[in-house]
């Protein structure tokens, strides 16, 4: 039966073993994370006034690569929306900023509609104004997932590699070679080869090409170590809890279509 065990539960970040899994549920996962659960990022910007030295579009590029607090059910949507994507408050919210120069723009300095919904984090500059410019713009945010585009990824990194089981046999004459040729440090010598960091390993073979005495042997399991850290945009927990959600709704789906198909 599949399992899973934290080994880091951080809001920012989480490691976990998913047990006697397959590589196509484990790959499932990330994706899903990766690619289709939905948060918000600035989508368009209404450009007001803007005497900078910048582009509108630069400017807009840099926007939507903020990450944006999103909470999972708070915003619909555009095209689930009742609005049919026009734009409401269920389905989009603006952030205004009105500044003159000279200063340097923060992501900090943006007012939101609704003071629960803001920029993870205010210290990202944006660009710098000088002495006698101004900037007047709305930028709006909606909601979208990363298959669409990557300002709309919840998480930054997000891998997984096999956990091998390295097993020493009674040929091992202690030479010590796979201890020292081993980039990651899985071994260490302490009267006998220990395999101390096996969840290091990264399956590069080195020791097994060094040993003479042929004595290590490196077997794939079914266990696999996942990597993944947030944006931000919501917890790295609560990613994996929406892909988790997301994915059975699609199995679910894909029954139902099966069940449908009485041959
Ligand atoms: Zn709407």
Known sequence: ????????????????????????????????????????????????????????????????????????????????????????????ISFRLNVEGPRIVYSG??????????????????????????????????????????KFQPVSVCYYKIIPRIEIGEKCD????CVSICPRKVFSLDGKIKVSNPLDCSLCMECVKICEAKAIKIVETDDYLFVAESTGAMPAKEVLRQALLILKGKAENFRKMLEELNV
Do not use: W
């Open 1 to 92: 039966m599949v399992s899973i065990e934290f080994l880091v539960e951080r809001e920012d970040k989480i490691v976990f073993i998913l047990k006697d899994a397959s590589p196509a549920l484990v790959n499932s996962i990330r994706r899903a994370m990766k690619s289709l659960v939905p948060v918000l990022a600035i989508d368009y910007v209404d450009f007001y006034v803007n005497s900078s030295f910048f582009y509108d579009e630069m400017i807009a590029h840099r926007l939507a690569m903020i990450p944006i607090k999103t909470e999972p059910g708070r915003f619909k949507m555009p095209k689930e929306c009742s609005c049919g994507g026009v734009g409401c408050p269920n389905c989009q």
């Open 109 to 150: 300095d943006f007012v939101s509609d609704d003071p629960d919904v803001h920029f993870v984090y205010k210290d990202i500059p944006v660009l710098e104004l000088f002495s006698g410019q101004q900037l007047m713009i709305e930028a709006v945010a909606r909601l979208g997932t990363g298959k669409e585009h990557s």
């Open 174 to 177: 202690l030479c010590g070679e």
